[in-house]
């Protein structure tokens, strides 16, 4: 492409959902236009460099090459996708609703993970609630089984939907190895392997030293 100013993305190698974007940028032969801006979103300490993009303050934030800031994944994956003219999301019908869909299923489990990390994490002792992170364990357990019940899902061609689904049983892997979700839905597990053996999904990412 013509233009070579990089693009700058707010990183944090353990958030899935800036992986759903390198993810994403690996496939559309955009991840080598991306500089890696070091950030560190906090619920309670909040990063003021982000902030300065995002008011929100959170991660993932892009700063495209004409300096305008996108937020959240689902913007920047969809961004991405546009830019490199990759095929990772239908124009229209069924497929893009399936895709979109799905994508919102991966980012539930993600966020119903993360809620309850931060419940165990940030949240002092004598202030968690017990019943809450209960409640986040099981609204990833049954969307696990809505995976482990519908394996035709992952037999379509590769799409933003499916990335996102792998993006969360990564982090799965990452923070829970407790749930052993491959051994608990084996049929899940089976057909989610040709998406987490994806080059681009087997690749790791960090900071310049």
Not at 75 to 86: F, K, P, T
Not at 154 to 177: N, S
Request: hydrophobic fraction near 40%; proline fraction near 6%.
């Amino acid at each position: 492409m013509a233009n070579t100013v990089p693009m700058k993305i707010f990183f944090s190698p353990t958030s899935p959902y800036v992986r759903k974007c390198m993810v994403t940028a690996h496939e559309v032969g955009l991840v080598d236009r991306l500089e890696l801006l070091p950030a560190s979103a906090h619920p309670v300490t909040r990063d003021q460099a982000i902030i300065a993009s995002n008011p929100l303050g959170k991660v993932p934030t892009l700063v495209s090459d004409d300096g305008h800031a996108l937020y959240d994944s689902r913007v920047i994956c969809e961004y991405l996708n546009d830019l490199g003219q990759g095929r990772l999301l239908a124009k229209d019908g069924a497929l893009r609703w399936e895709a979109l869909t799905l994508q919102s299923l991966g980012d539930g489990i993600l966020d119903a993970a993360l809620l309850a990390r931060y419940e165990t994490a940030v949240r002092p002792e004598a202030l968690r609630w017990t019943d809450w992170i209960q409640g986040k364990i099981d609204a990833i357990h049954t969307s696990l089984r809505y995976l482990e019940e519908h394996p035709e899902l992952f037999q379509r061609d590769f799409h933003l939907g499916l990335l996102t689904v792998g993006c969360a049983l990564w982090y799965l892997d990452l923070r829970y190895p407790d749930l052993a979700w491959r051994q608990n839905y084996p049929q899940l597990a089976r057909a989610s392997e040709p998406v987490l053996q994806r080059e681009s999904m087997q690749q790791t990412w960090a900071l310049p030293a």
